[in-house]
């Protein structure tokens, strides 16, 4: 027997906390300290984007990982449903650092950024990355290369 939507989302979204462009975020009925990241169109590649990201860096990377970037959980099969750990909106600005992750200025605002439970400042949307921003400006500008052995 397949669940309705419906159903499925009274039984585990709470509160709307808000929007972003593709998505929106609820706080997860099942777990108050996670959130769910909603894809409102499908085929869209923000929560696919955001848990690979997740995935690679705090694989490779992860004390940078757990200083920047708000934990992904899990992911839907389909991409439509993300769930991360929750964060808190930013209310004092001075809690926001003063330098970030260079890979992380192309969606800087204070709405991609939260406190999370220790009180630091954290990015929590960061699908949009600085990497997509170069692929979509000059990445493929070609250039003189000096090759070596």
Avoid at 23 to 30: H, I, P, S
Avoid at 102 to 125: I, T
Avoid at 126 to 140: D, E, G, V
Wanted: hydrophobic share 40%.
């Amino acid at each position: 027997m397949a669940v309705q939507e419906g159903e499925l989302w009274e039984f585990v979204l709470a509160d709307k906390l808000g929007s972003g462009q593709t998505r929106d975020t609820y706080l997860c009925a099942l777990n108050s300290e996670t959130v769910v990241k909603v894809e409102r169109e499908l085929p869209a590649f923000d929560n696919f984007t955001e848990f690979d990201l997740w995935k690679n860096m705090s694989h490779n990377f992860e004390a940078q990982a757990k200083r920047w970037l708000v934990p992904c959980r899990r992911l839907s099969q389909g991409g439509k449903y993300l769930v991360m750990d929750r964060c808190w909106p930013i209310k004092d600005w001075s809690v926001l650092p003063k330098r970030i992750p260079a890979w992380l200025k192309a969606d800087a605002h204070v709405g991609n950024w939260g406190v999370d439970r220790s009180g630091r400042a954290v990015c929590l949307d960061y699908a949009n990355h600085y990497i997509f921003r170069l692929m979509k400006a000059n990445a493929w500008k070609l250039e003189p290369v000096k090759w070596r052995a």
